[in-house]
């Protein structure tokens, strides 16, 4: 959900506001705009069975997330009668300060979809888990579950998480310009989950 440093410099990013959070802290709704980004267009049968979820339930929730700007149609797929969707951008900025919104329903939204962050980040590493032997034996080597404890200020935490975020920025196209053929060979969609937070001790 993170999405690239300085998003206003980017039409590929979306800040979420008061309107457009209330419009996404759902839990559907963030499966289904992550399936779209990261899966590519699809119809809400096709999600449906993906998520298993029931067509109806994912058709109301793409209405909902097109009525606040975050998918649209995609015409250009499939040649049935079948509405496809497909996202608008291709990551989200939450901003700390909808937690200190007037509206308590802002807050509960702001909350909700934190919480639902986290959900998915666990989803996302117990479904490599269990799908692992099915990879070559090259991604089951290059694979990271790790952590470190650092002691830091506020401000120093910034800082880092700031470098991190920049340095993975920094590898977003190069698997193309190193190796990789032109349609993508090689390449695969690689998930990186970045966490930190000050731990309470005894």
Do not use: C
Not at 102 to 119: F, I, S
Request: hydrophobic share 40%.
């Amino acid at each position: 959900m993170n999405a690239p440093n300085d998003p206003d410099q980017d039409p590929r990013v979306r800040s979420l506001d008061a309107r457009s959070l209330r419009g996404l802290a759902h839990p559907l709704r963030m499966r289904l705009l992550d399936a779209l980004r990261f899966g590519g267009p699809a119809t809400a049968s096709r999600l449906a069975e993906k998520l298993g979820e029931s067509s109806g339930a994912t058709s109301y929730h793409l209405r909902q997330l097109a009525a606040h700007g975050f998918i649209e149609d995609a015409p250009e797929q499939g040649t049935g009668r079948e509405r496809w969707w497909k996202a608008v951008h291709q990551g989200l900025r939450f901003s700390d300060t909808l937690f200190a919104d007037d509206n308590p329903e802002v807050r509960g939204a702001a909350d909700m979809y934190l919480h639902q962050v986290a959900t998915a980040h666990t989803r996302d590493l117990s479904t490599w888990l269990g799908n692992r032997q099915a990879w070559p034996a090259e991604w089951n080597s290059a694979w990271d579950m790790s952590s470190e404890t650092l002691r830091l200020t506020p401000e120093l935490t910034q800082e880092l998480v700031a470098k991190m975020h920049a340095l993975m920025e920094s590898y977003r196209d190069r698997a193309l310009d190193e190796g990789a053929g032109a349609d993508g060979t090689g390449a695969e969609q690689v998930r990186f989950h970045t966490h930190a937070f000050p731990l309470i001790t005894e």
